[in-house]
């Protein structure tokens, strides 16, 4: 099992920008693609941006596409999402996973982002 803490989220107004960290445990962290997700009040979970192994892959979803960033430093176990141009609909709690056994087998405890208009 991987344990995975994020950091880095905040309030900040509507255009401003933050950057959230996921550390995670474990010496196989260079190994498995890596995600942000977010959920917002009353909405389903839903993919940000995932990263694969080496980081030379990025998925981004259509909402976020040209202001996030997604990167990873496999020397420090630590995935990042940089977020610029924020918008009050980014609000949402973000967690990081990790797709390490056959799907995103393992979660981390989430962060507020707050948005304001």
């Known amino acids: 099992q991987v344990q995975l803490v994020e950091s880095g989220g905040g309030l900040v107004q509507a255009g401003g920008s933050l950057r959230l960290s996921c550390a995670a445990s474990?010496?196989?962290?260079?190994?498995?693609?890596m995600g942000w997700f977010r959920q917002a009040p009353g909405k389903e979970r839903e993919v940000v941006a995932t990263?694969?192994?080496?980081?030379?892959?990025?998925y981004y979803a259509d909402s976020v596409k040209g202001r996030f960033t997604i990167s990873r430093d496999n020397a420090k176990n630590t995935v990042y999402l940089q977020m610029n141009s924020l918008k009050p609909e980014d609000t949402a709690v973000y967690y990081c996973?990790?797709?390490?056994?056959?799907?995103?087998?393992?979660w981390g405890q989430g962060t507020q982002v707050t948005v304001s208009s």
């Open positions: 474990g010496r196989t962290f260079s190994s498995y693609a």
């Open positions: 996973a990790a797709d390490r056994d056959q799907g995103w087998s393992d």
């Open positions: 990263i694969s192994w080496s980081g030379g892959s990025t």
